[in-house]
């Protein structure tokens, strides 16, 4: 298709072809046949059209619109929709080409510079890593000189919004969503990996109840590994800055000193932050955050939240000591300590601290039911042989032959018989101990005696027999 042809969809036609969202020969169709239709089309109509055929996204055909051709497609990855922008970068949604799956994925500021390898390795620790509460963290890559950073996608809501919504949460309520982290911590913690930036919006509350950890693998990004820091310093000062109101005292001195105890800070103040519906420190700007989570201790949680048993108040305090010998040793004693109290919850229980094994296939069933309902009780079924044909039961009269039936591999009921008493399983003749006489169409015929030697064989014999009386009938006539 030539230039003219296009008219004005000639440039956003040419943007297509440069965005690699659509392949040139399944393209080249859609525009022929659209233009063959609309010959005076603009690009807008153009862009509805592939819309309407699921073509393009509203997300991607905005774009195009707009003359940005680039960044669509990032490694296996093809941007769909835009979910939001956050300190380090824009989350898309995407979808992957190697198994058509949804991702979430998060593509770095250019500046960015980093050690793929190293980055790639880490990414790859995660596969050890597998609980229900825990998004793992799948895939990074450089693409078009941006970096972006993958993980399954999930629906949800954040906890941030869950208590804006409510104001905060009860005790066994909040008891229980800390439980399931402090699980996913710990799975993690176990393999060495930790998150760094846990906060209410990192946690996402499925449909079946479970609160996820989002964002799992930026912490360890961040953090400085063989001496060297794998994101730029602004891009790091923009994370921590963000996690402020969950920061510990230690990452706030070093924004790389990121660790399993720090995680502890961080869950103590989502906790507090579900009990009372406010932050620690809530007020003033980022340096006097800052100073307070280092100095300061936060309201009691006894006048925010009346309610909250003084066990409960404990473990809040105890994560959220500033020297980190102060904490838990580790996320098992956290484990132990809000189990009893996360019991009374009316919320969906949580989930084993392991992946739920796969539960075995089904046997399959010998026989199928029927779609219409059965009597009360079942007659015998009907055994079919090999050529679809149902031998009469040796336990009733000769009846005149039933009508021609379909050939069906479900057992089907007699009607015109005695009810017999229900049969387990369907049992072939040949599992029998009795003979069957087989019928005249169940006999094998004489090819099948022979098999394919034999009618080689009988195939020579009667070429030989023909040239014999061809070769008798001439020496007759000469």
């Given at each position: 298709m030539t230039s003219t042809d296009l008219g004005a969809c000639e440039w956003f036609v040419w943007d297509l072809r440069r965005s690699n969202l659509i392949d040139r020969g399944q393209l080249d169709q859609l525009i022929g046949e659209f233009m063959?239709?609309?010959p005076g089309a603009e690009p807008p109509a153009l862009a509805e059209h592939l819309i309407g055929r699921g073509i393009l996204t509203e997300f991607q055909a905005d774009r195009l619109l707009q003359?940005?051709?680039?960044?669509?497609?990032?490694?296996?990855?093809?941007?769909?929709?835009?979910?939001g922008t956050g300190s380090m970068g824009t989350v898309y949604k995407a979808q992957s080409k190697n198994d058509n799956g949804w991702y979430a994925v998060k593509v770095l500021p250019r500046r960015s510079m980093w050690n793929v390898r190293i980055a790639r390795r880490k990414a790859r620790a995660f596969e050890q890593c597998q609980h229900p509460s825990v998004v793992p963290f799948v895939d990074v890559g450089t693409s078009g000189g941006m970096h972006y950073l993958a993980w399954p996608m999930v629906e949800g809501e954040t906890l941030e919004k869950i208590v804006q919504r409510e104001t905060k949460l009860a005790p066994d309520q909040a008891a229980l969503y800390t439980l399931q982290v402090a699980e996913g911590l710990d799975a993690c913690h176990q393999k060495g990996l930790f998150h760094g930036l846990l906060k209410p919006s990192n946690l996402m509350l499925g449909p079946d109840g479970v609160l996820r950890i989002l964002d799992f693998?930026?912490?360890?990004?961040?953090?400085?590994?063989?001496?060297?820091?794998?994101?730029?310093?602004?891009?790091t000062a923009n994370s921590v800055n963000s996690g402020l109101d969950c920061a510990s005292p230690e990452s706030i001195m070093d924004p790389t000193n990121l660790t399993a105890i720090g995680d502890q800070y961080s869950l103590g103040c989502v906790l507090y932050y579900c009990l009372s519906g406010r932050y620690p420190f809530p007020d003033g700007t980022a340096v006097e955050k800052m100073m307070c989570h280092q100095h300061k201790q936060p309201a009691p949680l006894k006048e925010l939240a009346p309610e909250t048993p003084d066990a409960l108040i404990a473990v809040v305090e105890k994560l959220m000591q500033k020297d980190p010998a102060g904490r838990y040793a580790n996320c098992q004693e956290v484990i132990e300590a809000l189990r009893p109290l996360a019991a009374s919850s009316r919320v969906v229980r949580r989930p084993n601290a392991q992946m739920p094994p796969r539960a075995p296939l089904p046997k399959p069933p010998v026989a199928q039911p029927s779609a219409t309902p059965r009597p009360a009780q079942r007659p015998a079924p009907l055994l079919r042989s090999a050529n679809g044909t149902a031998p009469a039961p040796a336990s009733t009269p000769a009846a005149p032959p039933p009508a021609p039936v379909a050939k069906s591999t479900r057992a089907l009921p007699v009607a015109a018989v005695a009810p017999q008493p229900p049969v387990a399983t369907l049992v072939n003749r040949e599992d029998t101990g009795t003979e069957t006489a087989p019928s005249a169409a169940d006999r094998p015929s004489l090819l099948q005696h022979l098999g394919p030697v034999g009618i080689v064989l009988l195939a020579i014999?009667?070429?030989a027999v023909a040239w014999l009386v061809s070769s008798f009938i001439s020496f007759i006539k000469f």
């Open positions: 063959a239709k609309h003359g940005k051709t680039q960044g669509f497609v990032l490694g296996p990855f093809t941007l769909m929709d835009a979910l693998g930026i912490g360890c990004l961040l953090a400085e590994t063989e001496g060297e820091s794998l994101v730029d310093t602004m891009s014999m009667a070429g």
